[in-house]
């Protein structure tokens, strides 16, 4: 037989902006311990690569080394997100073609396989150019990838420039039934396809059918309708989640001592609250949570991006039971038997983590995938609820709090939850599901058959 070589140096391109390049590095740190010969490169810009390779000092190790690309910003730079976003994109595959050339110069090695984000569409197009395999990493749900595969079908049934048209069913497609055009990431409705980033994810629909292998950070039992038509689609579309519960190292540290704060609260007491890695609500929004907080007399742990004594009322700390923090060890409090409910934005990372920890939520969604995944929760597993009117007010809290904690409905939500909790772990198990989609991984990125 003509058996192909084996990969002896892989290159990983990470997307260097919210949580990406986080997961996809402990994912390749979990393949290079289960592929000692093999050689990684990870590329990102200096900012990403400086945050993600900080727990081992900006080195790396020599089997995982980091590697800089430019972020395409004139030197010292600062403009909103989005902006600088765009322009990170604009000559992004260039940038990136030369640091793998760099990367195969100085490990002394020719690159065998490409792993990178799976919005990267055009590195499809360089893995065809050096013949070798491309891996696809999804950071986001299942359900908003596949909206991504028929962005297309979607624009034909659901008319972009009217308004009506947002409350249309998206029942034509299978699975969907129970939501509308509106719960859709609005890049898939954008009135130009041409604009960078719902091109950039339009074409990652076309091109990643063609990828080797896409693999989503998820379990194949959390929503099996969706699963089935993902898996006829891609090629080696593999589940390996959720990273939360497979050890996956490093731990966080508790610098803010909430694992502590919550051994002494009961079980189901207390409500967690953060809106992701870099998202906050608007001032008043910010108030009205507090308020609603205060006089549901529930002590609250609260993820708090920038400076709380400014954002908050003053005095709140005082009158309520609540412990603010800048940063603080997520999957672990979710993990932990006094936390009753999760105020979130819906991020995918998030949600997974409180599938994983049991733990229904209450979403406020912003932007992207984030209302799809909280109407999944909502509509479909049903272990979790929305606010009215979709923002916060004070009323919508403390109603979503009594349904949450203090309802019928809220222990059917427990139930439904706990239940997936089970499922995800035994999907994490060395029997389970996502470990035999891991090791057929390790099987394509090394060419190694393992038996
Ligand atoms: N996170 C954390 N501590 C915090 C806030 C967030 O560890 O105080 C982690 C959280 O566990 C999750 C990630 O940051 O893994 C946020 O990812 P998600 O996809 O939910 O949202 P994004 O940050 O991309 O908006």
């Not at 003509?2 to 997307?15: E, S």
Request: hydrophobic fraction near 40%; charge should be negative; glycine fraction near 10%.
């Amino acid at each position: 037989s003509n058996r192909q070589p084996t990969t002896k140096h892989v290159a990983v391109l990470a997307f260097p902006f919210g949580t990406h390049a986080g997961p996809l590095l402990r994912l390749v740190r979990k393949l290079s311990d289960a592929a000692p010969d093999v050689r990684f490169s990870f590329l990102s810009t200096p900012k990403s690569n400086d945050s993600v390779f900080s727990d081992r000092g900006s080195i790396g190790d020599d089997r995982v080394k980091r590697f800089d690309v430019g972020d395409g910003l004139p030197e010292g730079h600062v403009g909103k997100q989005m902006e600088v976003m765009e322009r990170f994109l604009e000559g992004a595959a260039e940038r990136f073609r030369k640091g793998m050339e760099t990367a195969a110069r100085e490990m002394g090695e020719e690159i065998g396989c490409l792993i990178s984000d799976a919005f990267y569409w055009f590195v499809g197009e360089m893995a065809e150019e050096m013949k070798v395999e491309w891996v696809a990493f999804w950071t986001s749900g299942p359900r908003p990838l596949l909206v991504h595969l028929c962005t297309d079908l979607i624009r034909e049934r659901i008319d972009i420039k009217s308004c009506e048209s947002r409350e249309k069913s998206l029942e034509f497609l299978p699975g969907f039934s129970k939501m509308r055009a509106a719960d859709l990431p609005g890049e898939v409705l954008s009135p130009s396809l041409d604009s960078p980033f719902p091109n950039l994810l339009h074409k990652m629909g076309h091109h990643l059918p063609k990828a080797t292998s896409v693999l989503i950070n998820s379990f194949e039992e959390l929503d099996s309708q969706i699963h089935n038509q993902l898996n006829s689609t891609l090629r080696n579309y593999l589940n390996i989640g959720p990273f939360s519960i497979l050890p996956l190292p490093p731990r966080p540290s508790d610098d803010h001592a909430c694992l502590p704060w919550l051994d002494n609260h009961p079980p189901n007491s207390v409500v967690y609250i953060s809106f992701g890695g870099f998202l906050s609500p608007p001032p008043h929004e910010l108030a009205a949570l507090a308020e609603a907080l205060q006089e549901f007399e529930i002590p609250f742990l609260w993820s708090f991006r920038g400076n709380a004594e400014e954002n908050l009322p003053k005095g709140l700390l005082e009158r309520s039971r609540g412990k603010i923090v800048p940063w603080a060890p997520q999957v672990q409090i979710l993990m932990h038997s006094s936390v009753g409910a999760f105020v979130t934005h819906g991020g995918w990372n998030s949600v997974l983590e409180s599938v994983g920890g049991g733990v229904p939520m209450i979403g406020r969604p912003f932007l992207g995938d984030q209302r799809m995944n909280l109407k999944t929760v909502e509509n479909v597993w049903g272990i979790g609820v929305g606010l009215e009117g979709g923002v916060v007010s004070k009323n919508g809290v403390l109603k979503a709090l009594g349904k949450v904690l203090g309802s019928e409905e809220g222990k059917l939500m427990r139930e439904k939850v706990g239940i997936l909790q089970g499922l995800a772990h035994k999907a994490a198990e060395s029997t389970g599901s996502s470990s035999r989609n891991f090791t057929r991984l390790v099987e394509i990125v090394t060419k190694i058959n393992l038996g």
